[in-house]
Every structure is written in structure tokens, then in C-alpha cells.
């Protein structure tokens, strides 16, 4: 949920990073974090087991810059990929304001892409909320890969709607600030109409 | 998109002014009002260097966490939730859609603060009543601020 301060004059925004285990999500935004400057971040907090695998949620605030007069905080989450953390992916959906699906363009990882967005669909939807209807963006990580499925063949099976698609290497940040562009551009632009 | 919540600045002072009492009543080092989503909504006391953002968001995911895990076991929520270490302590009360997280040590005991977080949660929750009432009457379209955000507004915030 936006929250508005008048007072402070901030906007804060929250937006969620989901998808497959080891689709790149907590890459993209380890890169985020590396290429932004010191006065515009916070603390990345990542909530990890032993073996760096996101096991509640990586978290770091980004403050965009100011739009009329107020500051714009986004809070950009990730949520674990693996199966099994299904219960923490529907506590940190709650109060989102717009999602990235980042999919994993390897033709083996096809299958959990699907059941990812599906989980995704379901998750939202025990929160209240409508993908089809909620700021999004479709990312396609790990594009240098030699074994990806082509661009289009990718898109044609994961796009739910007209969202954007992105291309992306997040390990060395291609399109990756293009992404969360994609993405706080509809956080933004619904607030016109709220 | 869900609605806004939408903090003005009468219910932001009113709300400054409860968690000010509070960490006088209590005796604690800061007092904190987070949404339920890690959002920091005010704060007060001792803060020092500490990472507010983050705490916040940590705060609200604890509460997600034990709330979860409250259903679990056929409770249906906690309603409070404490962490006792050797100095520091939190102690963070849900109050609807907000936590109101009081930080304290020595100087200060669990019971006191328990006692005075309960009073002070009515005001609280008063407010956050209005805010939220207001939140939904209140239609952000009406507010040219926001209805004049151009595209170029937003591309050069990635300028």
C-alpha cells in the first residue's frame, strides 16, 4: 500500500522482486545496491541461510529523488524462490504496490517459471490482489546464457498481460535499472488515478 | 492498486506527540510506528545512527512471521510481541494495521513499558482510525500534485 506522508512529504512504495529459486532475483538487486549512490540507499538487509539462499526476504530502500515536491522512497523486496518458503512469500506480497516477475530464460528452468507465475497468481490473490491489475513487469534474466529459449518463444509463454518485458543479465546489470524503471513508472502513474 | 494511506500533517503531529509521551511514560529509548508493510510512519527517542529503514522493515516481518505462525497453532494472532536481550529490549504491539514498536533497557521494565504501550495504543489507534477514514474520503486525483505527474516528472527521476 502507497503510503503518502504529507507532513514529510514522501511518497513510499513498495515493490516485490518474485520468481524462480536462483532466477537472479536477489542479483538484481545486489546490483541496484553496488551502482547506486551512497546518499540515496539504505542498508541491504538479506535474510539468508548459511548457503546465501534468500530464506525470508532481501530488502534495501531507494530513494528516487523528488517528484512535485515530494520525496519518492521505493522499499524493493525479493522473496524466496525455492518451493518450499511458500508461507513467506505470501507475508512479504502483502502491501505491494508492484511486482517484477524475473524468469529464468534457460530452457531446463522453463517449468519452475511457470509455476512460479502461477504461485505468484495464487499469492496475490489470497492477498486481495489482481495481477491483471497491479503494476507489473516481466523480466527475462540471464539472457547471456547459451541454452536460453528464444525472446519472443519466452514472453509468448509468461506474459500475463501488456506488461513490459525486459531482457536483462543481472549479474553484470543489463537491464536491470530498465526493469525497475518499467516497474515505478505504473507505482507512479497509479497514483494519478487513486 | 489498493487505496493510499494518507498521513496529514494534524494527524502526524497528534501521532508525534503520543509516541513522544509514550517514551517519557515508559522510560524507553525510542518508540517507533510502523505499517504493517515496514513502513516507518514516526518515530521518537534516541535514535542515533541507527537504521530506522531497516528495522522497520525487519519489525513488520517479525510480526508477519509470528502472526503466521500464530495461526499455525490455532491462535489467531499475537497480539503483542517481545525480545528480551541482555541490554536492549523490543517490545512491539499490533495495533490494527500499525505496530508500535517500543525499544528500551535497563532503565526501563517490561512491565512498565507493556503497561503504558496499552494506553497509549488507543490514541494511537484513534488516529490511525482518522487516517485511515480520511485516507479513503480523500481521493488523491483531487490533488493536482499528484494528478500533473507527467511522464517527464517520472523519467528524470532515472535521469
Redesign the interface.
Known sequence: ????????REI?C?IVYYGPGLCGKTTNLQHIYDSTAQEAK??L?S?ATETDRTL??D?M?LE??T????K?RF?L?TVPGQVYYD??R???L??V?GVVFVADSQEERMDANIESLYNLEENLQTQ??DLM???YVLQLNKRDLPNVIPMEDLAYELRKKDEPVFEAVASTGTGV?DTL?GV??Q???????? | ?????????QQ??RMKSVIGRLCVECAARAVFLV?????T?AVHGEIGDM?M??FA??AA?NV??TH?MAKLIGENAFPSVVHEGERESIFISVIGRSLLVVVFDERSTLGLVKIRAKKASYEVASILDDAANDSKAF???QDS?????S?D??????A
Do not use: C
Not at chain 1, 507505482?187 to 487513486?194: A, D, G, M, N, Y
Not at chain 2, 505499517?35 to 513502513?39: C, F, I, N, T, V
Open positions: 500500500m502507497t503510503f503518502i506522508n504529507y507532513a514529510s513510499n513498495k539504505g542498508k538487509i535474510l525470508f526476504f530488502f530502500p528516487l529523488g517528484v512535485r515536491g515530494f519518492t522499499h523486496y508461507a513467506s505470501k507475508l512479504i502483502k502491501g504496490d486481495g490482489y491489475k497491479l503494476p535499472f524503471k515505478a513508472k507505482v507512479l502513474t497509479e497514483l494519478r488515478k487513486s | 492498486m489498493a487505496q493510499a494511506f494518507i498521513l496529514h500533517d502526524f503531529q505499517d504493517r508493510d515496514g513502513q510512519i537504521d529503514t531497516s522493515s525487519l516481518g508477519a512471521a503466521s481521493s488523491i486525483a500534485v499528484f494528478a500533473d505527474i511522464d516528472d517520472i523519467d528524470s527521476l532515472f
